[in-house]
DNA sequence: GGCACTTGCTAATACGTATTAGTTGGGAGC
DNA sequence: GCTCCCAACTAATACGTATTAGCAAGTGCC
């Protein structure tokens, strides 16, 4: 049952029978090596001749396997890249890596299937008692994402690889820098045992520019909202309002750090008590990646009851996605996210291209977005100090 | 001078040895070939234990080389997906590709490199003299995109390849039938010499039924807005306009299809020149890529000058991208972007399953979305013919 | 004529995998 | 003891290219 006749697709050897000169000539006048420029003009041209009359193309598989890599670069991330409600989250990454891994002349390779219900079919039948995660890594499990699956990790089609996202799994991360695999992750990510390159935003500096910019304006009295989970973006945050108080002479109040566990939580009934228990004049919002944040801002300030900033300032730290023309254009920092890709596209390909897998650490400055929602402290609560906690190292510190 | 010990990635022959069988086993194991049935359990317990200790992945390439499968599915657009004007238009082709991709377990190999400018220095230095297309396929400029430079086609390191793009360059997809490389488009596209596999909304069915449903509402004369390029989809939709016009036994007057070159073209002095010289009441408008045709169209719509349907009926013949809630809501169908999307890798992975690569046309239908801009005609233009080109077979069409 | 050197080419090999045609060892059947 | 067969494996090869070592012929020089 031989394969029905399929048309087969010139080679060089069939351009060597044909010119009469032997296939390493076809591949040095066609791929021009290093010893090319001995080629005879005459043959030169005999072989382009025949190669352009048979319709030759390269066999792209046959060239990376001789030259080892693929020019493929991966991209992953441990959530799904594409939900609607995330998209404009994702997209200026996705846009950043694409653009500049197109520049280099690489390929982009999603992984999308990792993680699937079908994963562990992957690669043909398997016993049902053979381990499913020999590997060394445990918790892989089937609906959620996972780089390794079926014990093996297929990142490694790619010459390298892109990461992406906020849930990670560090274990998994780990075993990726044991393994020696080359990649760069987008946002600062620490792993206990390893050291790993990355390019992240200096939240830092951000935020602790925006307290500055807020205490200058005569804020003394201002709330950080912090988002649940306990990241390198959200501690970043808060070292940066730390140091931008302690820039601004201001001692720190821990009853004004306050985890938001859902951005829907965030009402004006909320700030209202704030103004009114903590004395706040001023308001920092740690933003989420899906759109939660914005239509609860939106809600918020559309009652009016509280104005921004007439009575209370609001920045905040990010940007959220989700932006129409038509909402309010917030006192905040923006981070570059297509240009962190793709500098974390370029890092990637001076690993691969230099043997030394040491990691590089990358970090960029956000951009301040002035826009409209901070102001002056309301001059009727200058100085004013709030009924409880009055003193700043109070620590009757309320549960949120 | 050989290579300073690059770290190698494991291969078979590396597992082989470990385990001390040959690497045909291994390969046998891994990929559970015909013959897989016939290794000892012990055995392929082994191999699989060394390949996952020995971090083991197939290289893509020489999977590619052989003919085997990568489970990789490629997405290849003529334009670029990624600009930030044409991104609602793209997005939803993306998502439902990856989507079904990640359904069936495939990972998705964008290719992004094609057509750049590096690609000349894409396999290192070559001699200026050098021919760039040696291939046969003749066009290839540095800056356009295009299937085949360098004289390879670079498609071919995915298993199959889902197309995509208005801008399509014919020679490079009967070259691509030639060669047997499988691939689906998703919109119907015609070669001279060669049928391919599509997925293609019936904007034939759509532009009739809208047609039919303006007919309906008493309307006789429809102007036609066509877009410049002759490609399938306007040609479907000028096809689906006649067999409306047909269905309703109304005689088609040539003067009523018209070329919009530019969408922002489209003003209310021109609407209002068609109502008064040419006696039309309904306006049936082919949308664009990009934003331009529904920023004429908020524009044309703030003036207030016509009234849309009270002194004319609109309708869309598809969804313009870019669509935000303030925008209203036009008359229109609108094409299941995500889901042909899905449709065509399905249609892509039988391909791959099936030896045969018959082509496969799929036609989906358009969802039509009722809106608020189409209505009777207006009482007192029942009836009311144009003071010039009475007759319907009037030829005496004005340039546009 | 012999040596060194150049020019223009080829033979051979490697890349990593899949597949086919064997080969081996041993047990069953007579 | 012989054949026959089967399970379990391996050797060999092909895929298409890039590269290196080397070969043959030619040229210049002593």
Redesign the pocket.
């Known amino acids: 049952m031989a394969p029905p006749e399929r048309r087969?697709?010139s080679?060089?050897?069939d351009i060597?029978q044909r010119t009469?000169?032997?296939?390493?000539?076809v591949?040095?006048v066609?791929?021009g090596?290093?010893?090319s420029t001995?080629?005879?003009e005459?043959?030169?041209r005999a072989v382009l001749a025949a190669a352009d009359e048979m319709g030759?193309?390269?066999?792209v598989?046959?060239?990376s396997?001789?030259?080892?890599r693929n020019r493929l670069l991966g991209l992953y991330t441990f959530e799904s890249v594409f939900p609607t409600d995330q998209r404009d989250f994702y997209y200026p990454f996705l846009l950043g890596v694409e653009e500049e891994a197109a520049r280099q002349g690489y390929d982009l390779l999603l992984f999308s299937s990792t993680g699937t219900d079908r994963d562990a079919a992957r690669f043909g039948p398997r016993e049902p008692g053979a381990a499913d995660t020999p590997a060394g890594v445990s918790g892989t499990q089937a609906a959620e994402r996972s780089i390794y699956v079926g014990g093996s990790n297929r990142l490694k089609i790619a010459d390298g690889c892109v990461l992406l996202g906020r849930n990670v799994r560090r274990e998994e991360l780990s075993a990726l820098v044991r393994e020696d695999f080359p990649f760069v992750f987008v946002g600062r990510r620490e792993v206990d045992d390893a050291e790993l390159s990355y390019v992240a935003a200096d939240y830092v500096a951000a935020t602790g520019a925006l307290v500055a910019e807020l205490a200058r304006l005569g804020h003394r009295r201002i709330l950080y909202l912090r988002a649940l989970e306990d990241s390198e973006p959200t501690r970043d945050r808060e070292e940066g309002y730390r140091r931008g108080l302690a820039e601004a002479g201001i001692v720190p109040d821990e009853a004004l750090i306050r985890t938001l566990a859902d951005p829907a939580d965030l009402s004006i009934e909320r700030v209202e008590e704030w103004i009114g228990g903590l004395g706040i004049t001023a308001l920092l919002v740690e933003p989420t990646e899906d759109d939660r944040l914005t239509e609860a801002l939106a809600t918020m300030a559309g009652t009016r009851r509280v104005r921004f900033p007439a009575d209370c300032s609001l920045a905040l730290l990010g940007d959220p996605p989700c932006w129409t023309p038509e909402l309010r254009d917030w006192t905040r920092f923006s981070l570059p996210r297509a240009q962190m890709a793709g500098q974390a596209v370029r890092v990637l390909i001076e690993l691969l291209d230099q043997e030394s897998h040491e990691p590089r650490q990358l970090t960029v400055p956000c951009a301040y977005v002035p826009g409209d929602s901070i102001g002056p402290v309301p001059a009727h609560r200058v100085g004013v100090r709030p009924g409880v906690g009055t003193e700043p190292e109070s620590d009757g510190r309320p549960v949120t």
């Open positions: 087969r697709r080679t060089q050897r060597a009469g000169v032997s296939q390493a000539t591949s040095l066609i791929s090596g290093a010893a001995q080629i005879a005459s043959t030169r030759y193309t390269a066999n598989a046959a060239r396997l001789k030259g080892g």
